[in-house]
Each structure stands twice: as structure tokens, then as C-alpha cells.
DNA sequence: TACGTTGCAGAAAGCGTTTTCACAGATCCA
DNA sequence: TGGATCTGTGAAAACGCTTTCTGCAACGTA
């Protein structure tokens, strides 16, 4: 009966701590720590001793331990608008499959209420202390914006910044592609579906993706026909068709860009409720890519939205981590994809 | 110059600690921790005195810190095979609505490769003392399964366990529902796009979906045409119905019952490549009530996934504290949803 | 007046790691 | 052969909280 000192009472029932590994194999608590993460300086010998007492032990170190004294969390934070919508979920799918393969987790946060600016500061202070940085997406803080200090790095997905990590894809580019891909098919008047909350402007991607549109237009001498807003949700874009389907034949658009895919279905179900036929009634282009998109035939502008959760969260490790971590703005490429969806106009 | 202290070298720069609190309110950082979390000990006067400090400084507690003191993490973990399907995402949405509003945070893991026992296992020591509860999603351990102690508490969103908390949706009468839909219409040959890992049998889910299937059909004694693999994935979805639509005339289904909305997409896909009509040529009915199914006119079984992410967090908050927390499989509602994707045969 | 109580607040002891610091022994160089 | 430089290890000091324990007043109660 000698071990009455610490090992006295463990408030969780049995979890090993460094110290009944250290005691199992007969080395100090420093050198468990510095074995279990691989510090050159300890003998194989010793080494080979202590990974056989954790393995054998099932022994863990608790992280928030480790955090406290270390002060890196391995976690990194993701923070969006709301969870739910495609877009979301492949980049926190992007996000996990590099996180975990590096040991880090991840930490989801949704900015449901609409007063953004306000909530990002509250997702944030949630978060202080408790990620090594944040990934914020579709949140547009403003180009302006700089990351305050003694708050973790922060990478901004989906808006480019001043100052600081960014990296999206070239929306402008996405805005004209599908536009000019709609004018090449015959289509002279379109009607964008646009997207950003609801009480509030079009979200920067909005913005851009209309500047591409009316590049495109331009050559023709035109402008779009009507721009709706479709809030990015399904709903939202089935409204926003409504409205567009509503205009007298005479103004009414022949064809539709939505600037999501979710939009998009939502139109398509709007048509499609009016007893009208795409492409045969009105073409309609989206935007994304969405998982379902090749299924229902609609064309697209795709981007790789996992990838971008990738890359993300590489950055994120590499910010977390004091990499010296300049600013950049990464831009990934965008592709149309043609399908059933959109039709020549004189094919009518 | 008093202070040398504790203040001294602060490792992350500006970062304000309890201390820091207690010397402006001119009291002890015990006074601090009580009145912050609203103890009833502490004299109004203090309290306010420490809350205007805490604002001033604007203090929050270093989680890591309380945790390590406390015991409590304020973090429900969930684990899940893939974060992409549209049944994850909503149930992430769920747990993060409660969640959230309980200042609680949630961390997600998924468990991309096929292994899932070991993968589980692997999950749970991952999270080990970094939760306070875990929730599993559609990773099916098996109902005889009995959470290990000394970690986490688990709930279990999908399969019912003999001990232990789950919750779920009755599948078993989910399938018989779709399946006397399809009767009621006249098909009398009716294909099941089942679901389940790669190499491995069916998951319980499938199972209960099949055997409501099998009971409806039974009433006509009748069996299912054919049982397919779809994976529960989109792409999955289509190959299933393409070796479904391939059979031979004689026996190729009428319609067919598809276990997810995601795979009946798939399905849908591999339909109309064939130049084939849905219902026209062939009904097809889904599981889920995806999103979109409603643009897309796919009628199906809805399930309140959202709510159920919703009252699995709940429970996990329950095991979280130390409630007591029995035994219980919870089961919500289902509802068919009739739409354009199902017809009369004879209608054809 | 003396003696429990009770209500509040501070001192101090953890919580389980990481990391600095000190130190013994081995190795090196002149 | 003596000092100087390495190497590998342990002791102990953080890390920033929570919680127990202790103690001082103020308050009945006898």
C-alpha cells in the first residue's frame, strides 16, 4: 500500500493519466510526454518502453490539459451562415478530410440569426481560446476587414481580403461564363437570380457574379433582364422564379441564371408547377454543381467546393501552426457544365 | 511596480486571465469564478462590481482551463460515416440548433474509411475526455452494443440498442408505407434500392426497410422483384437502378422503392438516360424528404431529420449532466408524401 | 453574555499536461 | 588530464481555471 499521493481519487473513474504511464515504465512524466510526440531527444530504448505502457495502459493524453499548458487546442473552428445548405456541408466535408488526417478537429458553428456582423463577433469570442484559427464561410466581413490580434488567424472562404488569407474561386468569371453561355444559345433576355440575406444587399459573390453577367451582356448591348433575390435557398430560388415567371410575355425572360444550384431547384420546381418545360418554355443555368445537378439534368458552373474546403483547412494548419503566413487571395478553377437544362432559343 | 507576479510573461500576447478580473473588481479570482457563472453566493454588489470588469476587460474564460478544473467540456461530439449526405448535414443542423442556444459547442468527425468498427473505436478515443457526450449517426454498432464506461455517454441516432439511448424513426413501417403506396397504384413488380457499406450486408436500416416491404407485399403474396445496393449514395443510386432497368422485360419492376431520396436521384438519372419517363414508365418512390425531392416531384417517406439531430442533442445534454439517464429508443413520426414521381399502372 | 449558526469571501489545493531548468554522465578537444 | 560541450533525463514550475476548505462577521438563540 504505497500509492496514496496522487493516485488517491481520480474524479472520472479510471482514466490514466502521464503519470501511470510514467510510473508503468519507470521514467519520468516528462519523458512520457516527449516520447508520445515523438521528441528526438528521448533513447529508443526508453522510447519503446513508454509507447508499450500507453498502448498497454489505453492511455490518451487529455487534450485539454494539453492545451492549457501548451497552448495549442488542435482544433480549428468553421463558422457559416447555416449548416444546411450544400454548399456548407461539402466544405466541412473538405475540411475533415485534411484535418483528421493531420489529428485535428473540427469545430462547427452556425451564424443562424441574420444580424451577421454582430454574431461573427459572438462566434468568435465562442471560439477564442479554443481553436488554433477560424474558417469563415460564405460570412463576408468586408474586404476592408483585417483580423484583430490576440484572436486566432482566421481564412476567409469565399471573399477576397486586403489583408490576410482568402481563397474562392473567380466569381466574376463564374457571372459571365454561364451568361455568355446562355446569349450563345440564342437567349437575349435573362433574368438573374441573385442571392444575399434577406433584409440586407446582394452578398459580395452576388456582386460579382452579376458584374460577370453583365460583362457578358454587354457585348450584346444588353443588361439582364431582372435580378431577383433568392436568399441561396431553395425556397428562395422557387420565389424568385415565381416573380420572373410572372412578367408579361412581352419582358419575360427566356432563360434563367441562378447563382446556385439550390436556387435553381427551387425555379425548376416553379416551372414545372406553372405546367412549363425546360429547356423547352426557358432555359435555366445554375451554379455550383450541386451533388444532384448531373441528376436532374441542369447545367452549371462547377466549382470545387470540397477542394476549397481542403485547401482551407490547409491554410488553417498552416496558420495555426507560426508558419509565417502571408496574405494571399487563392482562386480555384470554375467550369461550365452543359447539360439538359438549356436549350438554343430558336429550338423552341 | 507591485506587480511581478503572475503577470509577468503572458504566453499568447494581450490574453486576460480570472486574475486580471479579480485585481480590477478588487476581489479574489474564486469571487470571480462564482459570480461569472452565476452562483448564488456572491453579494449583488460583487457580482456587479466583477461582471463590469469582466465586460470592461473583456474576459471569457479560457475553456480549456475550466475544463481541465471542472471536469466538463461543454462539447457534444458526433460521429458520422460521411459529412456529405444530405441526412448528416441536416442532423448536424438539429444538434447545432440546440446546442448552440445551451453554450455548448460541437465537434464533428467523420469516419471516412470502411473499417467502421475499428473506425469507431479510433472515433471514441479521439474525442476521449474532449466531450461530454457523443452522438453516432448512422454508424451502426450493432444493438447488443453497450457503451463502454469510462467515456463519454452515447446516443445512438438510427439503431435501436437494448441498453443504452437511441432514437430513431420506425423504418420497418417506413418501408411498408412507400411500399403499399406503390400496391395501391397496381405494381405488382417492385424493386428495392437498399443500403449499406461497400462489401458488407445491408445496415439495419435497410433491413427494417426491407422487411416493411416484404410485409406489405406479403398481402399479395408477393416478394420483391429484385434487391439492389445502392450504397446509399447518388452515384450508387444509379448504377442500382441501371441493373435494375436492364433486366428483362418479363421481370423488370414497374416501379421502384428507393431507401434514400439521394439514391432515388441517382435512380432518376439512370432513368432518363435511358429515355425512359417517370411515372409514365416506370414510379419511383424515395426515403427521406430531401430538400429538393420536393422541386424534383419525387414522392417519398419523410423522416424529421432535423428534429431528430434536435432531440439527440438534447439527450446528449441530459447525459452530459449528470441526470439521470435511462434506457429509452425514441421514435418520431414518418409521414408519405405523395408527388408526380408515382402513378396508377394503368394509367400507363 | 456566550454559543452555535449562517452567509460570504479569500487562500490554496488541485486538474493533467508541457516546458524550462538543472544536472549527471559521456564525449570531445587541446 | 582537465575543462568544455553535448545528451538524455528528472524535478518542478507554469498554464488558468474550479472547488474545497477555512475564517470572519453578523445573526439568532439560550
Redesign the interface.
Known sequence: MTNRQRTSSP?????TTIADVARMAGVSEATVSRAMRDFPQVRPVLRERVLAAAAELNY?A????S??AS?K?R?IGVIAP???TWY???M??GL??VL?AAGN??????L?TPARRQDLREGR??F???VDALVLVDVFVGRDWTPP??EPPVIVVGEKLDSGYSLGIDDELGGFLATRHLLDLGHRRIGLVAGGAPESDFSPVSEFRTAGAARALRSYDLEPATIQNGLFT?EGG?AAASAILDMSAATRPTAIFSFSD?MA??A??AI?ERGLAVPGDISIVGFDDH??S????LSTVRQPV?ELGRRAAQRALLASSDEPFGNDHELLPIELIVRSSTASLHSI
Chains 1, 2 share one sequence.
Open positions: 474524479r472520472r473513474d479510471g482514466v490518451v487529455d487534450s485539454n490539459a492545451r492549457l497552448g487546442t482544433t447555416q449548416l444546411t456548407v456541408s461539402q466541412s466535408a475533415e478530410d483528421h478537429d473540427l469545430l462547427v458553428s452556425a443562424s469570442a465562442r477564442r481560446q479554443r490580434p490576440s431553395i422557387r439550390e431547384f427551387g425548376l420546381h414545372r451533388t444532384v448531373e441528376s436532374v439534368g470540397r
